[in-house]
């Protein structure tokens, strides 16, 4: 066993690393405050590569392995997880189930355009009905021949008013339950296709998240990803590796947020001394350090699971469930190590906090990750 990074993957989380400081650090607060969409960043994310990471270079991705795509998400999340999400679901969501599932046409028309960053993509599968329950698919795509007649309302979508490229789930045959769902591209501009008002959100305020109207959207037959019926396996395999970027996501934020508390507490005297000589305070980091540690291992061996083709649906619900606990509980210590200053925007620490909560609903709830896991344990 060996915990050790390659050459490689040094230099690739310290690209990341710079990027992140350099570029995403700037104007991070006023974008929070604005719901401002890092547009200029995203172009600069998709030269950097970092928007097809793990795409076969063929079809212009970075060829990249699933632990490079962790140190990355890590990286872009301990500074400015808005922008980590946009890149989480191009990969993950959107590029990743085109290359696995889709036609060789699909992914030259595509993917060669989403894994370089001209296209930015969203997925598209929850409804105002079906969340967590997301078999319950209201959405329905009739088939018409030579195109499905595509009617009803995603919410939440990530990327929503943003993307050149929908993932759409939908139901084909509500008699099949499971297995009457397919998943379809949308392109945006299609006729019947609307993008409503941008939600306004606690955290992650600068990714743009929207609810999509579909009215009598025709989508051409070529347009459905994998055989007939197979939408709802595809959602789930995808959103396994979906999960592994969040995980990621969670750990960059709470990572994030105890170097922010660990240099704060070196600085910070009270009582004659820095607080970080304090045990209320150097306890507190010892337990961040400790399940920020833990998280990293579940998130890469995950990501490990991934890349040597074994199973990794549990492995990533575990990863996701642990690290987003780590991130929602050690950002909350992370403003209360900063006291009055923790509360005040120019810290940083109150964003990572509201940032955190997400990381605990999306692509799968934790209570969601606890099904996965637990049904997956029972019928070993
Ligand atoms: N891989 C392949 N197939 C799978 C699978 C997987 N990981 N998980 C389930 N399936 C298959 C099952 O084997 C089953 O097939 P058979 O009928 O042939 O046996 C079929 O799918 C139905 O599975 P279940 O009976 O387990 O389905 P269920 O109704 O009990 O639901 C669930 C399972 C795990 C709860 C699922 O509904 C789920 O994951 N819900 C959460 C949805 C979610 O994560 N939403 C996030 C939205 S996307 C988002 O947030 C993106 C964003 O913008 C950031």
């Given at each position: 066993?060996?915990f050790?990074?390659?050459?490689?993957?040094?230099?690739?989380r310290?690209?990341?690393?710079?990027?992140?400081?350099?570029?995403?650090?700037?104007?991070?607060?006023?974008?929070?405050?604005k719901?401002?969409?890092?547009?200029?960043?995203?172009?600069?994310?998709?030269?950097?590569?970092?928007?097809?990471?793990?795409?076969?270079?063929?079809?212009?991705?970075?060829?990249m392995?699933?632990?490079?795509?962790?140190?990355?998400?890590?990286?872009?999340s301990?500074?400015?997880?808005?922008?980590?999400?946009?890149?989480s679901?191009?990969?993950?969501?959107?590029?990743?189930?085109?290359?696995?599932?889709?036609?060789?046409?699909?992914?030259?028309?595509?993917?060669?355009?989403l894994?370089t960053?001209?296209?930015v993509?969203?997925?598209?599968?929850?409804?105002?009905?079906?969340?967590?329950?997301?078999?319950?698919?209201?959405t329905?795509?009739?088939?018409?021949?030579?195109?499905?007649?595509?009617?009803?309302t995603?919410?939440?979508?990530?990327?929503?008013?943003?993307?050149?490229?929908y993932i759409?789930?939908?139901?084909t045959?509500?008699?099949k339950?499971?297995?009457?769902?397919?998943?379809?591209?949308?392109?945006?501009?299609?006729?019947?296709?609307?993008?409503?008002?941008?939600?306004?959100?606690?955290?992650?305020?600068?990714?743009?998240?929207?609810?999509?109207?579909?009215?009598?959207?025709?989508?051409?037959?070529?347009?459905?990803?994998?055989?007939?019926?197979?939408?709802?396996?595809?959602?789930?395999?995808?959103?396994?590796?979906?999960?592994?970027?969040?995980?990621?996501?969670a750990?960059?934020?709470a990572?994030?947020?105890?170097?922010?508390?660990?240099?704060?507490?070196?600085?910070?005297?009270?009582?004659?001394?820095?607080?970080?000589?304090?045990?209320?305070?150097?306890?507190?980091?010892?337990?961040?350090?400790?399940?920020i540690?833990?998280?990293?291992?579940?998130?890469?061996?995950?990501?490990?699971?991934?890349?040597?083709?074994?199973?990794?649906?549990?492995?990533?619900?575990?990863?996701?469930?642990y690290?987003?606990?780590?991130?929602?509980?050690?950002?909350?210590?992370?403003?209360?190590?900063?006291?009055?200053?923790?509360f005040?925007?120019?810290?940083?620490?109150e964003?990572?906090?509201?940032?955190?909560?997400?990381?605990?609903?999306?692509?799968?709830?934790?209570?969601?990750?606890?099904?996965?896991?637990?049904?997956?344990?029972i019928?070993e």
């Open positions: 066993m060996d050790s990074l390659s050459e490689e993957h040094i230099m690739i310290d690209a990341a690393r710079d990027f992140a400081q350099t570029e995403l650090l700037l104007g991070v607060i006023e974008r929070d405050e719901q401002h969409f890092p547009a200029e960043l995203v172009k600069k994310m998709g030269d950097l590569g970092f928007l097809g990471i793990m795409v076969d270079p063929k079809y212009g991705g970075s060829g392995d699933t632990i490079s795509y962790v140190l990355i998400m890590e990286e872009l301990k500074i400015d997880a808005s922008a980590s999400v946009i890149v679901v191009n990969n993950s969501l959107v590029c990743y189930g085109l290359e696995a599932f889709g036609t060789e046409a699909q992914k030259e028309k595509y993917l060669t355009k894994a960053g001209e296209f993509g969203a997925f598209c599968l929850s409804e105002p009905e079906a969340g967590s329950d997301a078999t319950s698919q209201k329905s795509a009739i088939d018409k021949g030579d195109y499905y007649l595509l009617n009803g995603k919410n939440w979508i990530t990327n929503g008013g943003r993307a050149d490229v759409v789930i939908a139901q045959d509500k008699h339950g499971s297995h009457g769902i397919n998943a379809f591209i949308v392109e945006k501009g299609m006729e019947g296709f609307h993008v409503g008002p941008k939600e306004n959100k606690l955290g992650i305020r600068g990714s743009d998240t929207h609810t999509l109207q579909f009215n009598d959207v025709k989508v051409p037959k070529e347009n459905r990803i994998g055989d007939d019926g197979a939408g709802f396996r595809f959602a789930m395999k995808t959103l396994s590796g979906g999960r592994i970027g969040i995980a990621a996501q750990l960059g934020i990572a994030g947020a105890y170097e922010l508390a660990l240099k704060y507490s070196k600085e910070r005297k009270a009582f004659g001394t820095e607080i970080c000589n304090h045990q209320a305070i150097a306890f507190k980091l010892a337990d961040m350090y400790t399940d540690e833990a998280a990293r291992h579940l998130v890469m061996k995950a990501a490990w699971d991934k890349d040597q083709g074994n199973n990794y649906d549990v492995s990533s619900a575990m990863a996701k469930l690290a987003s606990k780590v991130a929602m509980e050690h950002t909350v210590e992370a403003v209360q190590i900063h006291g009055g200053n923790g005040v925007k120019d810290y940083h620490v964003r990572l906090m509201r940032d955190a909560k997400i990381t605990q609903i999306y692509e799968g709830t934790s209570e969601i990750q606890k099904i996965v896991i637990s049904r997956n344990i019928k």
